[in-house]
């Protein structure tokens, strides 16, 4: 059974950083690319960015790319989402998701975690 857990969510002031952590398990972690998505109220589900197995990274929206950085360990079976400059326009659940492609769609990712609320202060 697959299992991606997201944890680091919380509330934080504007201009402050947070990092997300996202852990694997059921799947061959180190195979897999592990994307970062975000979900506003009201809003559509929002490509953040990506990582592949190897470590290429594919950047979300122009709005996140100089402020968040994805890394990964494979040997903890973790991804990692730092956000940094926050601001309120950032406030999201976050979710964590794992695929076979380096893509930027929804529907490109076939496990998905539960989330992790971020509240960005003004």
Request: glycine share 14%.
């Amino acid at each position: 059974q697959v299992q991606l857990v997201e944890s680091g969510g919380g509330l934080v002031q504007a201009g402050g950083s947070l990092r997300l952590s996202c852990a694997a398990s059921g799947l061959p972690f180190s195979s897999y690319t592990m994307g970062w998505f975000r979900q506003a109220p009201g809003k559509e589900r929002e490509f953040v960015g990506a990582i592949s197995w190897g470590g290429g990274r594919r950047n979300g929206a122009d709005s996140v790319k100089d402020r968040f950085t994805i890394s990964r360990d494979n040997a903890k079976n973790t991804v990692y989402l730092q956000m940094n400059s926050l601001k309120p326009e950032d406030t999201a659940i976050y979710y964590c998701a794992a695929g076979t492609r380096v893509g930027s769609r929804v529907d490109e990712y076939a496990y998905w975690g539960q989330g992790t609320q971020v509240t960005v202060s003004s």
